[in-house]
């Protein structure tokens, strides 16, 4: 049984939430999200209450889906409400961020400058090496600061690179002095 699939969840009022067929739509003050569930789980939509059941009780994997498809739905209603925010911080000497137009320009101490197109349905703001992603998709706020973040990672020494705001990097020691 799936603690996280018998969870309803509340649509909140000025949502307004369609099934059709096996597409649900949820439109909210930020905007709109569709998504296509065509799977084992069935979802129940009744007044402003979300429900989900399975088509066969006890499988392991019907299980695991019955709560992801819960967790997109409730991500899919927060989104179009409130919105989600991811921050980076660029830490080291010479590294620069900004943005330009559609791109996001970073100077990484590469030879070259690295330009990363953002996608439709986010705002990047870089300022003095904090870059703040939003978005009312959760995976694709999500998936945009993991690509950035993996052009340069943090390293464990000096701390340089990307990292997220409450991200803590464990620091190692350097070379000890005879």
């Excluded at 703001?125 to 690509?147: C, H, M, Y």
């Amino acid at each position: 049984m799936s603690r996280i699939g018998k969870q309803t969840v509340i649509v909140p009022t000025g949502t307004e939430v369609k099934l059709t067929g096996t597409t649900l739509l949820v439109k909210g003050p930020k905007g709109t999200l569709t998504r296509d569930f065509a799977g084992p789980v069935a979802i129940n939509i009744n007044a402003n209450e979300i429900t989900f059941t399975p088509n066969k009780l006890g499988d392991k994997k019907v299980n695991a889906l019955w709560g992801t498809c819960a967790s997109h739905v409730k991500n899919m209603v927060v989104g179009v409400n409130e919105g989600y925010t991811k921050k980076l911080i660029l830490e080291g000497v010479g590294f620069k961020s900004e943005v330009v137009g559609k791109d996001l320009n970073l100077a990484l101490g590469f030879s070259h400058p690295v330009k990363v197109q953002i996608p439709e349905g986010l705002t990047v703001t870089a300022e003095k090496n904090n870059i703040t992603v939003t978005g009312i998709d959760k995976e694709l706020v999500g998936s945009f600061t993991a690509q950035v973040r993996a052009m340069k990672k943090p390293e464990p020494y000096k701390g340089k690179g990307f990292r997220y705001s409450d991200e803590v990097i464990r620091r190692k020691q350097g070379k000890k002095a005879a």
